[in-house]
Every structure is written in structure tokens, then in C-alpha cells.
């Protein structure tokens, strides 16, 4: 196949990406994740549970606002 077919597929594949509506569920990709996993998380990511678990807004890090020089 010449190049412009695989351009034409291509620029078909990003104009349904970029026109499509996408509502993502993000409680039923947990749920799905967690299937997987057996409920469990794995270590390397249970201190970034607990500093973005939902919450008060109060407990989330602070944020530098000052630039690095």
C-alpha cells in the first residue's frame, strides 16, 4: 500500500478522535482495575492514595507557585 492510503487512514483515525464525544467513567475503570488486581494496590502506589484520596481540600499538597530559578 502507497503512502496515501496510510495517510488517509490515519487522518480518518484522528478526525473520529478528535470529533467523537467521550464520556469517560472513571468509577467503573476503577472497579475494573481493582477486578483485575484482586482489590489490592500495589505498594508502589499506596502513598499516592492517601495524598489524592477524596477529600477536603485542605489535605491536598501545596502547590509551588513560585518559578524555579
Known amino acids: 500500500m502507497g503512502r496515501g492510503r496510510q495517510k488517509a487512514k490515519q487522518t480518518k483515525v484522528a478526525r ?3 470529533y467523537r464525544s467521550i464520556s469517560t467513567d472513571f468509577a467503573s475503570l476503577e472497579q475494573e482495575l481493582r477486578q483485575n488486581t484482586g482489590g489490592e494496590i500495589p505498594p ?3 502513598d499516592l492514595i492517601e495524598e489524592y484520596s477524596p477529600g477536603d481540600e485542605d ?3 501545596a502547590e509551588d507557585t513560585e518559578p524555579d530559578d
Request: net charge negative; glycine share 0%; aromatic share 22%.
Open 59 to 61: 489535605d491536598w499538597p
Open 44 to 46: 508502589a502506589y499506596a
Open 16 to 18: 473520529e478522535l478528535k
